[in-house]
């Protein structure tokens, strides 16, 4: 007697075991954006929750303008033609609030990659260059904010609140942020430790803020000091933000051409807006630059 075998029916999968339904997010265009939204947003909840972060931030740029500022203000009116000193360096502390918090946030990559979790994004189906702009624009959006509370302060030190000049600020504070976080995000592309990171930005952002002129006037400089100032990237978003700034003030004319004077190229004196321009080349120089080392990194 002969036994045949039959084959077993498929079973439906209704009948055996459920298939969890999943959602893989769409590619194209949109799937990119949605990576930049995602890594710009981390960087707004990381900021929202550190408050200590933003606290600390901020007294850098305070001790500059009441500490330092009150307190050489007696021995510079004759070089400041009578203005208040903290006046004077109010745009420059203006660069310096947002420096220092987009350099800052920059540096959380080289904590994400000591934690692993840099690497995870890494695989994630998008685009590194999606992920390193929405670190750029994440880091300008939150140094952003921290502009706004030095912006709000300007009455203390004789600065009007004219609509127009702080608007006009907040947008090359923005510009200089994504610049600044564009820079940071390139050198962690190769830094490892948080300690080499740290070490690195004070070496070339103290330079450049003591270099472009947000504490004395560039006119009158040493050939050295004025060459120094001319190729310092900084330079570029100081004196347009005093630009604006001195507009709104009622000064004479001699104060105005001693303190405000134009940074100039063999003699050339170069227009405000060219100067914004050369810090968004800057950035966008920089943020190509590190999207290329993000594409080499495994």
Not at 14 to 28: E, L, W
Not at 68 to 78: F, R
Not at 145 to 174: D, E, K, R, S, T
Request: proline share 5%; with cysteine.
């Amino acid at each position: 007697m002969s036994v045949t075998a039959t084959p077993a029916a498929p079973q439906h999968p209704a009948q055996g075991h459920r298939v969890a339904a999943t959602h893989v997010p769409s590619g194209g265009l949109r799937g990119e954006l949605r990576a930049v939204k995602i890594v710009w947003w981390r960087e707004l909840i990381r900021f929202s929750r550190d408050r200590l972060r933003v606290v600390t931030s901020l007294v850098q740029p305070f001790l500059f303008l009441f500490v330092l500022g009150e307190g050489l203000s007696s021995i510079a009116k004759e070089g400041t033609h009578g203005v208040d000193l903290k006046t004077f360096i109010y745009p420059g502390i203006l660069c310096m609030a947002v420096m220092f918090t987009a350099m800052f946030s920059a540096a959380s990559i080289v904590w994400d990659r000591e934690f692993g979790f840099l690497r995870e994004m890494m695989v994630a189906p998008v685009k590194r260059s999606s992920l390193v702009l929405g670190k750029c624009l994440g880091g300008a959006t939150v140094a952003g904010f921290q502009g706004l509370i030095v912006i709000a302060i300007a009455g203390l030190v004789h600065v009007p609140y004219a609509p127009v000049m702080m608007l006009a600020v907040f947008a090359l504070q923005l510009l200089l942020a994504f610049s600044i976080t564009a820079f940071g995000v390139m050198a962690a592309a190769r830094v490892s430790q948080m300690q080499s990171y740290m070490a690195l930005m004070q070496m070339a952002v103290m330079p450049m803020f003591f270099i472009s002129g947000a504490l004395f006037p560039i006119s009158g400089l040493p050939t050295w000091l004025s060459v120094l100032n001319r190729i310092d990237p900084l330079t570029y978003a100081v004196n347009p933000m005093r630009q604006v700034v001195f507009a709104h003030l009622t000064i004479n004319a001699a104060a105005r051409r001693a303190l405000t004077p134009a940074v100039t190229w063999f003699g050339w004196a170069v227009p405000g807006l060219l100067e914004a321009g050369v810090v968004l080349v800057l950035g966008l120089v920089m943020l190509g630059i590190a999207i290329a080392e993000f594409s080499r990194v495994e």
